[in-house]
């Protein structure tokens, strides 16, 4: 019943929390403003975290530490922490070692001290068991795919290389996504930097992203960039479902094959050692930290910028796991897992 819609202090549930009782007038008028950013594809179950569970019941949220897969800006794949969820009994957990295509809902929320992993509350329905990640020969980098709803809150070109030494301006857009948080019960705010590619396709939409407006992206996750504190969504296709939000106020413009070791580290490691690219030029996309560089060796802090009421910061390394001392072999890749974000 409207599961894409938000109700204040209730959960989508509605035997367990008395929805029913409720008149189809009154859930709309409880209703609030949703949109969320769906992700599918392939992810690897490293170990099984502690199960939420309703009380007195075998029912909730089972938990499992997984990873995003992608390839950073020195072509190694790197891997930041997620942890996957889904809803059911002990019978429907996934396994560990195993790669699963899931599909569900996206928060990555930065409000909540120590709280701060990633989340994909999956779909159990469309759980697909893929196998041992050893027998994926292509990988699984790159191929998250997204679909996101949300509101653009900051729009940016930037110069990128292109083909034959040249350059084309991409429009960095950030989206605001808001959806709810099924473990939390509460609302979930957070913003995705959307890449629009300045090619001959995609530059003529770079007009229709324009501040306030409702957008519906589709891409594929190719990032989590440090210094910005968000992640990156490699934009494929665009659709306008609705003019201007002018009740959202946009947030101020801003400039811009060997065997290896899986390694567990924090996005909040990867912000507190971010450093700035040199200003010297503007053909350079916003920096994204490389796995070499991601060694946190305190537990520093850092405000919020200006003008947000999200509060960031971070923990250091933390060890590896079980499943993190598996040796995978791979085709001239570098697999470095990184934790999500769980400040002090």
């Not at 350059?167 to 808001?178: E, F, G, S």
């Not at 930097?193 to 007009?207: A, D, E, S």
């Amino acid at each position: 019943m409207y599961p894409q819609a938000i109700i204040p202090n209730r959960s989508y549930s509605p035997t367990s929390h008395g929805l029913t009782t409720w008149t189809h007038t009154e859930i709309i008028r409880h209703m609030l403003p949703s949109h969320p950013m769906f992700v599918s594809g392939p992810f690897e179950i490293m170990e099984a975290l502690e199960a939420v569970l309703t009380q007195g019941s075998a029912y909730g949220q089972f938990r499992n530490q997984s990873a995003i897969s992608y390839f950073d800006t020195t072509g190694e794949e790197a891997l930041v922490k997620v942890i996957v969820s889904g809803y059911g009994t002990a019978a429907t957990t996934l396994n560990a070692e195993t790669v699963y295509y899931l599909s569900g809902r996206f928060i990555a929320r930065l409000d909540i001290t120590n709280k701060q992993d990633p989340y994909v509350f999956y779909d159990q329905e469309l759980t697909l068991n893929i196998g041992n990640f050893d027998n994926i020969p292509s990988g699984i980098a790159n191929k998250v795919g997204v679909k996101g709803l949300g509101i653009v809150v900051e729009r940016t070109l930037i110069d990128a290389p292109c083909a034959a030494n040249s350059l084309q301006q991409d429009l960095h857009v950030l989206i605001r996504h808001t959806d709810y948080d099924n473990l939390r019960k509460d609302k979930a705010v957070f913003e995705v930097m959307y890449i629009v590619p300045g090619n001959c396709l995609q530059q003529k939409t770079h007009g229709l992203y324009q501040l306030g407006r409702e957008v519906h992206l589709a891409g594929y996750i190719r990032g989590f960039n440090p210094l910005r504190k968000c992640w990156e969504v490699q934009v494929l296709n665009l659709s306008v479902p609705s003019g201007n939000q002018t009740s959202v106020s946009p947030t101020k413009l801003s400039r811009p094959a060997t065997k290896r070791n899986i390694k567990i580290q924090k996005v909040g490691s990867m912000v507190a050692t971010a450093t700035p690219a040199p200003v010297a030029s503007t053909s350079r996309l916003p920096p994204i930290i490389t796995p070499s560089a991601m060694q946190s060796e305190g537990r520093p802090s850092f405000e919020s910028p200006p003008g947000s009421n999200i509060q960031y910061s971070e923990e250091g390394e933390v060890p590896e796991t079980a499943g993190g001392n598996r040796r995978l072999n791979r085709l001239s890749k570098t697999r470095t897992l990184r934790d999500a974000p769980v400040p002090t």
